[in-house]
């Protein structure tokens, strides 16, 4: 089976910190994705990545940026938190490159920026 | 306009019954659908893949209707355990690697 796990399920910052999410996958796929969802808007993508050391923009990139220096993680940095960035961040990975794959996905985590 | 749109419900069935939920996309040059079911504060997983010819996996059927670019779920026999919100996803051509676009999410819940 497939695993994506997340560094943390929960996580309280205040403004203006920097904030690191990390994502790992065992399956050794190509294509890693963060997500946000929020109630009524469905997941939007932020960034993602097809090989190390490569990341695109997706949907909704300000206020955020990404690593990825192996294969198997990818972190996701808030460079200074802001209120309106309270959401779930969700991260997925996929095997191949073509729009038919299946997205994994990792739990989750609850951010909360005061 | 959303590129993906869903009813969000929340549809409130009895057990066994029969229900169907749509979806339509904008797109028209998607090329990839599929539903994903996420449980309460759970993360989304791939239920099914919706081809052109139609496809049934046990009690879920699922349609494309390519002209008038909607996608269909159908639920027969509905389970207590059915309960979820069902989202609607769709590949978009063109657009490389970036796959895939979700929808909002139409929660179920299946009432004893």
């Known amino acids: 089976d497939v695993k994506v796990t997340q560094s943390s399920r929960y996580l309280v910052k205040r403004t203006g910190e920097k904030v690191f999410l990390e994502c790992v996958q065992d399956?050794?796929?190509?294509?890693m994705f963060w997500y946000r969802q929020d109630p009524g808007l469905g997941l939007r993508l932020i960034y993602f990545?097809?090989?190390?050391?490569?990341?695109e923009k997706g949907d909704i990139p300000e206020g955020y940026s990404v690593s990825r220096e192996k294969k198997e993680r990818f972190s996701l940095i808030l460079e200074s938190a802001s209120t309106n960035q309270t959401s779930m961040y969700l991260c997925?990975?996929?095997?191949?490159?073509?729009?038919?794959?299946?997205?994994?996905f990792g739990p989750g985590t609850r951010l909360l920026v005061l | 306009r959303k590129e993906v749109e869903q009813d969000p419900g929340p549809f409130n069935v009895p057990e066994g019954a029969t229900v169907a939920f749509n979806c339509t996309y904008s797109?028209?040059?998607?090329?990839?659908f599929f539903w994903y079911r996420q449980d309460c504060r759970k993360e989304p997983k791939l239920l099914m893949s919706?081809?052109?010819s139609g496809n049934e996996d046990g009690r879920f059927t699922a349609q494309l209707n390519r002209a008038s670019q909607y996608i269909s779920l159908l639920i027969r026999d509905s389970k207590l355990s059915d309960s979820a919100t069902y989202l609607c996803?769709?590949?978009?051509?063109?657009?490389?690697?970036?796959?895939?676009?979700f929808g909002s999410g139409t929660r179920l819940q299946v009432q004893p």
């Open positions: 399956m050794d796929h190509e294509n």
């Open positions: 990545s097809y090989d190390v050391k490569m990341k």
């Open positions: 797109n028209s040059a998607s090329q990839s």
């Open positions: 919706v081809y052109s």
């Open positions: 996803v769709v590949g978009m051509r063109g657009t490389g690697r970036r796959a895939l676009t």
């Open positions: 997925a990975s996929s095997l191949g490159t073509g729009v038919e794959e299946t997205q994994y």
